[in-house]
């Protein structure tokens, strides 16, 4: 079965740094997506990409977050400058609408610590 | 503007018993409606998807859900619980290809 694949699993990166999550998404799908999720909390949407461009993005996706699909399959989260609030598992998604309709798989996540 | 609304953030049964886990939506037009559930330290996995056509829906691992329009309602079903059944679940609600709203999770913990 089609998968999603997220690497790093885990990262861990001091105050301040820049990190890239990687992302390979199932081929034939168009809709691609980041969320995260704080521990104990729950999962959160941070921006839909679609057509090498951001369809959507909430407030939690500001100028310190941005995403790119830069060889028709990576889409990378990058984080500029990292605080430890950004500390959490990240999710990527992506989306395709096969025979048995709207599907969206998860990548397996990356749990990111901010020190 | 869509929204979920998981009742109870914690489940406990017994092994055995029926599970039920409680999700309703708010949608302007007819949502796309999910189940995920999560182990502990993994990622999210789909359990069962309502899209168009029966309201019923089974998923894997012996669950299912019905959706009711006239509730607003998508809520998780198992008739015997099973002690790997203890997760966190998410209900998640969207429009076709639209950003996933998830609901705030319900932990079940299972009993033996």
């Known amino acids: 079965e089609p998968e999603v694949t997220q690497t790093p699993s885990h990262q861990v990166t001091q105050m301040g740094q820049e990190v890239i999550l990687r992302c390979v998404p199932i081929?034939?799908?168009?809709?691609f997506y980041w969320y995260r999720q704080i521990l104990g909390q729950k999962v959160e949407f941070l921006v839909s990409?679609?057509?090498?461009?951001?369809?959507?993005k909430s407030e939690i996706f500001d100028d310190q977050f941005s995403v790119e699909r830069p060889d028709g399959s990576n889409f990378t989260l990058k984080i500029r400058s990292t605080k430890l609030e950004d500390s959490a598992m990240y999710f990527c998604?992506?989306?395709?609408?096969?025979?048995?309709?709207?599907?969206?798989?998860f990548g397996s996540g990356t749990r990111l610590t901010v020190v | 503007a869509q929204s979920v609304t998981q009742l109870g953030s914690h489940v406990s049964v017994s092994e055995g018993a029926l599970v039920l886990l409680r999700c309703n939506y708010s949608?302007?037009?007819?949502?796309?409606l999910f189940w995920y559930v999560q182990y502990p330290n993994q990622g999210l996995q789909l359990l069962l998807k309502y899209t168009t056509g029966a309201t019923l829906v089974k998923g894997i691992n012996g669950f299912e859900a019905e959706f009711k329009k006239s509730e607003t309602s998508f809520h998780l079903t198992k008739p015997s619980a099973h002690m790997s059944d203890a997760a966190e679940y998410f209900c998640?609600?969207?429009?076709?290809?639209?950003?996933?709203?998830f609901g705030t999770g319900t932990r079940l913990q299972v009993f033996p």
């Open positions: 998640a609600v969207t429009l076709n290809t639209d950003k996933l709203i």
């Open positions: 998604a992506s989306s395709g609408k096969g025979e048995e309709g709207y599907g969206y798989t």
């Open positions: 081929s034939n799908h168009l809709y």
């Open positions: 949608s302007s037009v007819p949502p796309y």
């Open positions: 990409f679609y057509n090498n461009e951001i369809s959507e």
